[in-house]
């Protein structure tokens, strides 16, 4: 649904125009809270993304634009993975479905624009102030209010 509302293409080899932190996260918000373990599931996510954070170890979005399910390593992937998930969260938290009907709006209307012009006129933050908003978020917010449970 997402991306037939964003009139998604590829833009390169194993990259759409949308960034696959952004179309990951969106996918993964009903799997991970239907698993019958998503509480302990969202909750060591949210734990692993805490402990990256600390060391300086979440993934900028700028390095997750291509196929994140393509990470190399493991542990990486399912970091990235985690936090494409509770990036989305926090996009949900602060703007509900606002943003996703106003980004997919923009991107379904021009089919030239870059994801990032469209993210930015959606909630006035380029990817490196989100990132920054996100890490924020991660350090001072408790695992349930980030699960949203």
């Not at 926090?90 to 209307?109: E, H, P, Q, W």
């Not at 930015?120 to 996100?134: G, H, I, P, V, Y």
Request: charged residues 25%; positive net charge; hydrophobic residues 40%.
């Amino acid at each position: 649904i997402f991306n037939r509302g964003v009139k998604e293409r590829e833009i390169g080899i194993m990259q759409n125009r949308t960034p696959s932190w952004l179309r990951e996260g969106i996918c993964l918000q009903v799997p991970l809270r239907a698993r019958r373990d998503s509480n302990s599931s969202l909750l060591a996510g949210w734990t692993s993304l805490q402990e990256a954070n600390k060391t300086d170890q979440l993934i900028k979005p700028t390095l997750m634009l291509k196929n994140i399910n393509f990470i190399p390593d493991p542990t990486r992937r399912q970091l990235a993975l985690h936090q494409a998930f509770f990036m989305v969260q926090l996009l949900i938290s602060t703007y509900s479905d606002k943003f996703f009907k106003r980004y997919s709006t923009l991107m379904g209307a021009f089919e030239d624009m870059d994801s990032e012009s469209a993210f930015r006129q959606t909630c006035n933050l380029d990817f490196e102030k989100f990132f920054a908003m996100f890490k924020d978020w991660v350090r001072t917010t408790n695992a349930w209010a980030a699960i949203g449970d």
